[in-house]
């Protein structure tokens, strides 16, 4: 339960809504008119505000750039069919956040913090929602240590911002993803569960090679033997098995993925059977080349479904066939969407609707 503050507003006075192409948004290409700022100072998190988005004051010493404390989310939120805004699944995004701000010894955050900023940042920025269908506000709430130090240790000083931005689909097209078997995101013990920036700064210069190599993306593998799936860095992966949604179990070194919860939540309403397992490649290998596998997808915030038209393992390029009308990823988003634009009931109580 929360309780309502009213967060005080400073418009912009040169709104740069105009400018924005909403034909062609691509993703996180334009940042919304304002931002919301909270400190964390002297044991405790300040009021927020919401002020004109740009840049802040801050030291080149500050611990976050140097010893890495800071974590971020990424959710949406939505015009519904009767002109309600949604913002999705605001329960569990909260609970994670906390989880991986707990990992890098970074202060909670209280659940009316955290849900009256979200509220108030979407309102002051009401008209950059997207009303295409597949576009959306993307939601970026991030936390980092601001004390300036260089003594290593936890910092005392933290900032919370939320910016949001309209985007489109993340990726434009089925994407090619190739199994790394030599480069590692996360081991287990490790913060591969928690969203931190660190995860993603790791993971470029492997991915960077994957995509010189004509890949989107990679798809990780257990840091021990390289021979169990994780995750796909941007996204949770899943495929359709002998007819059943089978996806890697969540562990330290995988992200709990709320688009993955949910998805797994509506399959099993859908009758289909699901298997949350070690998935290794070698299996993965055997479904592709006796066509058992016949689904493979990234679902992810920004990703929500997102088709995979190659995995390559081991340099050999397999090809999963065309999506149809009736495959299961497809109608697995049809019923996500129609559950967060309001056409469908909200069984689980996922929609978090401000107006
Ligand atoms: C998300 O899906 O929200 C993510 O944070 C993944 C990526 C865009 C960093």
């Known amino acids: 339960m929360t309780t ?9 006075s040169q709104s740069r809504l105009s400018t924005v192409d909403f034909s062609n948004l691509g993703f996180g290409n334009y940042i919304s008119d ?26 080149p ?88 130090k260089l003594g290593v240790k936890v910092s005392d000083q933290y900032l919370f911002v939320i910016l949001t931005s309209p985007v489109g689909p993340y990726f434009s097209k089925p994407v090619r993803l190739k199994v790394e078997l030599e480069y590692v995101r996360a081991a287990e013990g490790g913060t591969g569960f928690a969203k931190c920036a660190g995860n993603y700064g790791g993971a470029f210069y492997p991915t960077q090679q994957a995509r010189e190599q004509g890949f989107d993306q990679v798809i990780w593998t257990d840091a021990k033997e390289h021979k169990y799936i994780d995750e796909s860095g941007a996204m949770n992966i899943m495929f ?30 859908m009758g289909v059977t699901v298997e949350e397992r070690k998935v290794s490649v070698d299996e993965i290998e055997k479904g592709l080349q006796n066509k058992t596998l016949t689904e493979a997808f990234g679902a992810g915030t920004a990703a929500v479904v997102s088709p995979i038209a190659t995995i390559n393992i081991q340099g050999t390029d397999y090809h999963l066939p065309d999506i149809k009308e009736d495959s299961f990823q497809l109608r697995v988003k049809n ?10 009931p909200d069984t689980y109580n996922w929609n978090h609707i401000i107006r």
């Open 4 to 12: 309502t503050t009213s967060i005080p507003v400073k418009r912009t």
């Open 34 to 59: 304002h931002m919301l700022v909270a400190k964390y100072d002297n044991g405790t998190w300040q009021e927020p505000q919401i002020i004109p988005y740009g840049d802040l004051l801050m030291s």
């Open 61 to 148: 010493a500050m611990l976050s750039l140097h010893y890495g404390q800071a974590v971020f989310e990424g959710m949406k939120a939505f015009h519904m069919t009767d002109g309600a805004i949604n913002i999705f699944r605001v329960e569990r995004h909260h609970k994670r956040l906390n989880k991986s701000l707990a990992r890098m010894c970074m202060p909670a955050i209280s659940e009316d913090l955290f849900v009256n900023s979200l509220e108030a940042i979407v309102k002051a920025d009401e008209a950059w929602i997207p009303k295409d269908n597949g576009s959306s506000l993307y939601l970026r709430p991030v936390v980092f240590a601001s004390e300036a």
């Open 240 to 269: 359709l098995l002998n007819n059943k949604l089978v996806t890697p179990a969540l562990s330290s070194s995988i992200l709990d993925g709320v688009t993955r919860n949910t998805l797994i939540t509506l399959a099993k309403d």
């Open 335 to 344: 019923k996500l969407n129609e559950i967060r634009s309001g056409t469908a």
